[in-house]
């Protein structure tokens, strides 16, 4: 059977839901170039409640934004719902790239593996009885279509290819990318809306198209259209055409070093940087200049922002990164303002108040915060949580709060008042728990002992 390739206006196939299974991504052996959606979360911590930046969102579902997406490079697949990522740092087969600060080296993110983008992982090229033809580099972001054909964005243009299903998956092996060079002699424009053929399909181009000296075909011309990653030779009448010289190309904006002000303390250069809950994320590739510490630590803004070439533009994200005040230099600060700061017992440390639940079990609770109200975990689940216990004289024995980084259990590991008390958790919430000793240590020497009361947070589900 004759495969038929067409380009065709994205609202033809805005409606078709259907998409095709495109194997790979629950791999945990992910790992190499990859797309990802550009309305996706870039995660700082890899669970639901994390700190978050994201760059734009869709009024449309992504079927109708393809190639919007942004290349990262995964280094660790060995999560349920995340991915590790760092940021491409060569141009790929898209419009859009995320630059970190300059401050920051050897940044580490997370994003979900729902938002990882289909994208070419094989060469396809095309040629038509008309002259007519499309090529396409490994790295195109690709979507599905019900009918077995993969949509494709060139420069906005959509066009409907019959790419191999085997040739389509969620990473692939980069090559180099560059962007074609501006034709040196004279070029043809045309009236954009024109109707356009390849193969035996026809569309009204949109992109703003141009091209070297036509080969003509009678009425109508052959052009070659060329944008990283992908090369057209389409069809269209020669009335259209009009010999313009050609402008000079956008290319991306780069970005500068943040900040021109001198404050008195400074991070040292390789020093590590955390986020505020304390996970390690990159390292300070020059000195940052910084408030005084406090709490423990020295903390600034850094940036992501991401680049545009089509227009020229960027869309800047901040967020908050630390460094631990012992490695700050600077003047003295008084250590009392640089001390993480005590973990007060609550009021009610000495036993459960009369508006406390009990589970079956016999483990008292109370939510202090309401979370998401979803997915609650199971014995079988690993959980990441903030937590700090107390016995039931005030007396702190524990704490992630206090040592700035989550903790991740598995839940069926745990004394078995935790096992049981956190499965009335949803993502988001937290909650006090009053732990019988016979849920708890049951007196074993050397442990906290006695009912032991515990505020958790409950920030992600693994």
Request: aromatic share 8%; glycine share 8%.
């Amino acid at each position: 059977m004759r495969l038929v390739v067409a380009i065709v206006l994205l609202a033809a196939v805005a409606h078709a839901d259907d998409e095709l299974d495109i194997a790979g991504r629950d791999s945990l052996d992910l790992h190499g170039d990859a797309m990802v959606w550009e309305d996706s979360a870039f995660y700082l911590e890899p669970w639901d409640a994390g700190a978050t930046i994201r760059f734009s969102s869709f009024g449309r579902s992504r079927r109708d934004e393809v190639g919007r997406a942004i290349p990262v490079k995964i280094v660790s697949a060995t999560m349920r719902d995340f991915v590790e990522i760092e940021l491409a740092q060569a141009p790929a087969c898209t419009w859009r790239r995320v630059e970190a600060d300059r401050r920051v080296a050897g940044l580490r993110l997370f994003v979900k593996r729902a938002d990882l983008a289909p994208v070419l992982a094989k060469p396809f090229a095309i040629t038509y009885p008309n002259g007519t033809s499309a090529r396409l580099a490994a790295g195109v972001p690709v979507m599905p279509t019900s009918a077995g054909t993969y949509l494709v964005s060139a420069r906005g243009d959509i066009v409907q290819l019959p790419i191999p299903h085997a040739s389509v998956g969620y990473t692939y092996a980069r090559t180099r990318v560059d962007e074609p060079a501006p034709p040196k002699s004279a070029v043809w424009r045309f009236d954009r809306t024109v109707s356009v053929k390849l193969g035996d399909g026809e569309f009204e181009a949109r992109a703003g198209w141009v091209a070297t000296k036509p080969a003509k075909h009678g009425d109508t011309v052959n052009l070659k259209w060329a944008t990283r990653c992908i090369a057209l030779v389409v069809n269209v009448p020669a009335k259209s055409l009009v010999r313009r010289p050609e402008p000079a190309r956008g290319n991306y904006m780069t970005l500068t070093g943040s900040g021109t002000s001198k404050l008195p303390h400074a991070i040292p250069r390789g020093a590590p940087l955390s986020t505020f809950g304390g996970r390690e994320v990159a390292v300070a590739a020059q000195q940052i200049e910084v408030d005084p510490p406090s709490g423990g630590k020295a903390c600034f803004d850094a940036s992501l922002t991401m680049l545009r070439l089509e227009d020229v533009g960027r869309i800047p994200r901040t967020f908050r990164l630390c460094a631990s005040a012992d490695v700050v230099d600077g003047p003295p600060v008084d250590a009392a303002a640089t001390a993480p700061s005590p973990l007060a017992a609550p009021p009610d440390v000495a036993s459960p108040p009369a508006d406390a639940r009990r589970t079956a079990k016999g483990v008292f609770w109370k939510r202090l915060v309401a979370g998401q109200r979803g997915k609650k975990p199971t014995p079988d689940d690993t959980v990441v949580v903030h937590y700090t216990g107390w016995t039931t004289d005030g007396k702190m024995f524990d704490s992630s709060v206090k040592r700035g980084q989550p903790a991740r259990f598995p839940l069926r590991a745990l004394i078995a008042g935790w096992t049981d008390g956190l499965q009335v958790m949803s993502i988001g919430d937290k909650v006090r728990f009053w732990i019988p000793e016979e849920l708890a240590y049951k007196g074993s020497p050397g442990a906290p002992q006695g009912m032991l009361v515990f505020d958790v947070e409950l920030l992600g589900i693994d």
